[in-house]
Nanobody, 120 residues
Framework: QVQVVESGGGLVQTGGSLRLSCAAS????????MGWYRQAPGKERELVAS???????THADSVKGRFTISRDNAKNTVYLQMNNLKPEDTARYYC??????????????WGQGTQVTVSS
C-alpha cells in the first residue's frame, strides 16, 4: 500500500504565506513526478505546480512568481511554498504522486487534501 499525506494548510490573511508538505510512503519502489492540485467549491480541480524526479518544475500562470514547488527525493516529499496569497487561492489542495511499486506497476496516488483559506 502507498500513502500520500499532505500537511500545512490553514487560514491566512491576504498577502500571507503558507508552506504545504506532502509525503509519499509505504511499499513503493520509486516516486516519479509529484504535483499539487487545487479545487475550489463549484470549480474543477486544476494543476497548481508539478515537479519531476529530476527537478524540472512547472507552475500554473496564476501562481507564477508567488508559489514555488520543490522536493526532497530522499524523503519522497514535495513542498509548495505559497507567498503573497490571495483570496482566489482559497481551495482544497491535493498532492499527487506517480509511484512505481515493487511489483513494477506504476500508478497515480492522491492525498486527502489540505484546506487553504485566504481571508480578505
Amino acid at each position: 500500500q502507498v500513502q500520500v499525506v499532505e500537511s500545512g494548510g490553514g487560514l491566512v490573511q491576504t498577502g500571507g504565506s503558507l508552506r504545504l508538505s506532502c509525503a509519499a510512503s509505504g511499499r513503493l519502489f520509486r516516486v516519479y513526478g509529484m504535483g499539487w492540485y487545487r479545487q475550489a467549491p463549484g470549480k474543477e480541480r486544476e494543476l497548481v505546480a508539478s515537479i519531476t524526479d529530476g527537478g524540472t518544475t512547472t507552475h500554473a500562470d496564476s501562481v507564477k512568481g508567488r508559489f514555488t514547488i520543490s522536493r526532497d527525493n530522499a524523503k519522497n516529499t514535495v513542498y509548495l511554498q505559497m507567498n503573497n496569497l490571495k483570496p482566489e487561492d482559497t481551495a482544497r489542495y491535493y498532492c499527487n504522486a506517480e509511484v512505481r511499486l515493487f511489483t513494477m506497476r506504476t500508478g497515480d496516488y492522491w492525498g486527502q487534501g489540505t484546506q487553504v483559506t485566504v481571508s480578505s
